[in-house]
């Protein structure tokens, strides 16, 4: 079975463009992740999806940020106009619903973003 | 969520066990508690969970005091490859993950 797969694995735009990271969840998963992890900092959480709806977005750092998971299967998320602080490496983890015994989100191997 | 405290890090011979400690005196009756790692760059693997009983996978084991303040992760055998940032985290069914600093553990040769 596939894992959670994450497009492009490297990105590198200049300041004022847009970026598009794609993340396609493990088949059956109602449940998508974004997190990130900027230079030096500790990995952050995004936003969740549960299906096509956003169950909690606390995360996102401002409007520069659009998530969209239309038909609940794949998600993006697109920076408009891109920053030099958002550069980082951004994750994306999808789950079961949680279980009696808990919730295990898996990892994809996340995105690079590099800002110039 | 409840906050941990992990130490920075820890070294460990290869082949010997490795038990990375985690304090998490403000957990909540309803919280687990939840352990990831990041090898490297890569994204964050899950190793093992707990509510209350000690837990054992083919990856490790977890211990969880009775008042389960404090949890011990145990890596039995560890190897080169168990390198990594190694992470515990608190979390109730609709929260959602929260990374501290973890600690991180190197395994020597």
């Known amino acids: 079975e596939a894992g959670v797969t994450q497009f492009p694995s490297h990105s590198v735009i200049e300041k004022g463009q847009t970026v598009t990271l794609r993340c396609d969840p493990i088949?059956?998963?109602?449940?998508l992740y974004w997190y990130r992890r900027v230079m030096g900092k500790e990995i952050k959480f995004l936003l969740h999806?549960?299906?096509?709806?956003?169950?909690?977005e606390s995360g996102m750092p401002n409007n520069r940020f659009l998530a969209e998971r239309t038909g609940g299967t794949y998600s993006t998320l697109k920076v408009q106009p891109a920053e030099l602080e958002d550069s980082g490496v951004y994750f994306c983890?999808?789950?079961?619903?949680?279980?009696?015994?808990?919730?295990?989100?898996?990892f994809g191997p996340g995105t690079r973003l590099t800002v110039l | 969520d409840a906050k941990t405290t992990q130490p920075p890090s820890m070294d460990c011979a290869e082949g010997r066990a490795a038990n990375l400690p985690c304090n998490h005196s403000t957990i909540s009756g309803n919280e687990y508690v939840y352990w990831y790692r990041q090898i490297h760059s890569q994204g964050p693997q899950y190793i093992i969970h707990?509510?209350?009983n000690n837990e054992t996978n083919e990856m490790a084991s977890l211990i969880i005091t009775e008042d389960r303040k404090s949890s011990t992760l145990i890596l039995p055998h560890a190897t080169l490859r168990d390198t990594a940032v190694y992470y515990c985290?608190?979390?109730?069914?609709?929260?959602?993950?929260?990374f501290g600093q973890g600690t991180t553990l190197q395994v020597k040769p």
């Open positions: 088949s059956g998963h109602d449940n």
């Open positions: 983890a999808s789950s079961q619903d949680w279980l009696a015994g808990g919730r295990l989100e898996f």
């Open positions: 707990g509510l209350k």
């Open positions: 985290i608190v979390v109730r069914d609709t929260g959602k993950l929260i």
């Open positions: 999806f549960v299906k096509e709806s956003k169950q909690d």
